[in-house]
């Protein structure tokens, strides 16, 4: 049973364009949604998070536009980059559960020159 | 700050055989946790720690799997006796405390033929 499910499976943006990957969820007992990113041969790492009492969060290049009535949350890359490349993981965690995270199964994004 | 600590980064063994893997987490941390990623189901969470005792092990996949946290500085999965489809990379990660991002470590790829 996919808790998070996640879209799409990889995807090819041109340096300067925007990445988009999208994800949704089922249960509304979640209420904490962060972005990792994994470098290949490394653990992921914290990109940015979301709580659902606001509809979007930016940090730099890094935005999180949040859809609570559609169970929906976006990560949009601006202005991608080389170093971009790497692999985002969607993920929720319901409330009273710690940091106990369920993931999306992941989005290989490549940026290319 | 050296991050979660874990070893070995590579494990190649046979069938039948018993796999030790071993966490340190980041001083200080309160929670730690095991994580397992595999292409066909993304990142699966093992089992998770709060000050020494495991909480939620609803994730271990069967009784071949064991976790333990002697001390907050220490932990160790255990698979025995492993088999081909456990080949996968086994992630530790801590959090200071509730609500906290998680760190990970940048893994152990375990292959058992």
């Known amino acids: 049973q996919q808790q998070v499910k996640q879209s799409p499976q990889s995807l090819i943006v041109q340096k300067g364009g925007i990445s988009i990957i999208n994800c949704a969820y089922e249960?509304?007992?979640?209420?904490?949604f962060p972005w990792y990113q994994q470098f290949p041969g490394k653990g992921p790492a914290l990109l940015i998070a979301?709580?659902?009492?606001?509809s979007e969060k930016k940090e730099g290049r890094f935005t999180i536009s949040f859809n609570k009535s559609a169970k929906q949350f976006s990560l949009h890359i601006m202005d991608s980059q080389p170093g971009d490349s790497a692999t985002y993981f969607c993920?929720?965690?319901?409330?009273?559960?710690?940091?106990?995270?369920?993931f999306g199964t992941g989005t290989r994004l490549q940026v290319t020159l | 700050d050296a991050g979660v600590i874990q070893s070995p980064r590579h494990e190649v063994t046979e069938m039948g055989q018993e796999v030790t893997l071993r966490c340190k987490p980041i001083?200080?941390?309160?929670?730690l946790f095991w994580y397992r990623q595999t292409m066909m189901r993304g990142l699966e969470l093992l089992i998770y720690?709060?000050?020494?005792?495991?909480?939620?092990d609803s994730g271990m996949p069967e009784d071949r799997f064991s976790a333990k946290m002697p001390n907050a500085s220490f932990s160790t999965l255990k698979i025995q006796p492993s088999e081909p489809r456990d080949s996968a990379v086994y992630f530790c990660?801590?959090?200071?405390?509730?609500?906290?991002?998680?760190?990970f470590g940048n893994g152990t790829r375990l292959t058992v033929t």
């Open positions: 990660a801590s959090s200071p405390r509730t609500g906290q991002a998680l760190h």
């Open positions: 249960n509304t007992a979640f209420d904490y």
């Open positions: 979301i709580r659902p009492d606001v």
């Open positions: 993920a929720a965690r319901k409330s009273g559960t710690a940091s106990k995270l369920t």
């Open positions: 001083s200080g941390h309160d929670y």
């Open positions: 720690f709060n000050n020494n005792v495991p909480i939620d």
